[in-house]
């Protein structure tokens, strides 16, 4: 990426515009809970993973069932929870949440999925947090931070008083149409290890507010599934659990598998996003290997 200070001028520069000139886009949310990710079609399609017991569903029901203390608690028993229609869970995933959990990607997404088990106070507490969370600017190299904003605003955008408007134009037209796809024409790709939240971002946007980011970088978008792919050594690499894909990497030592498993989040979420274009296709014939599931 750019030099920070150089990033940083672009960034405020890019807020000053759609300050000035970005009124008429309206980007309010008005959509029904669960607006992030699970729309009904995604969930459906979970639940029967569930119901044919997929190895996919056996993997993570045995996780959460087993009690494996996992990264992304909040997340994983949300998940669960809707999948396997366990209220229980998602009480566990409230509580959480209301506690002393802090990362708003998983605040949002546990407010957004859970809310039928959110006592009145709970959900005034969780909001709370995220609306405090997303009042805060982002570096403008975090593509994780800027896609947690964009998610805590759509799932509190009943509680703004704009219903979320002035945080996803910010993000929207200040950012990511005024820096990061500008950065992208003059050739800055994005990291790679940034690229699940980016496509995160894209969905909840797309999903809510029908507008497709990927137009403002049509070409390097396009092709990216394929480029994604070929950045990675052709030999798999075998550990315990299964085998993984390792993306190309210029330090000593061994692979880093968190790396690897980011990079096939990403390659899943390409894919769900535009499963209709060939190079997507071409990627999910890869993805379709259960060896590396």
Known sequence: MLAPFRLRFLFLTALTAWSAFGQDDDFHIYTDSPRLLLTKSRLRLLQRERDRQSMRWQQLDALISGGAPMPEPGFAWALYSQVAKNPAMARKAVDWAAGEASDLRQLALVFDWCAQAMTAAQADQ????????????PAPGDFRAHSARVLGAV???DRLPDHAESILGAEIQGWWRGVVAKE?????????GQLYWVYE??????DNLKIDLRESAAEYFKTLPIDHLSSHYPAPYQASENEYRIPIYVRD???DLNDATLSRAAELAMVAYDDNALESQYLQGWLMQDRFV
């Open 253 to 255: 030592g061994e692979p």
């Open 184 to 192: 992208i024409e003059q050739g800055v790709s994005v990291p790679r």
């Open 201 to 206: 971002m894209f969905h909840a946007i797309r």
């Open 155 to 157: 799932a509190i955008a």
């Open 126 to 137: 969780i909001a709370a947090k995220i609306q405090k969370a997303i009042a805060a600017s």
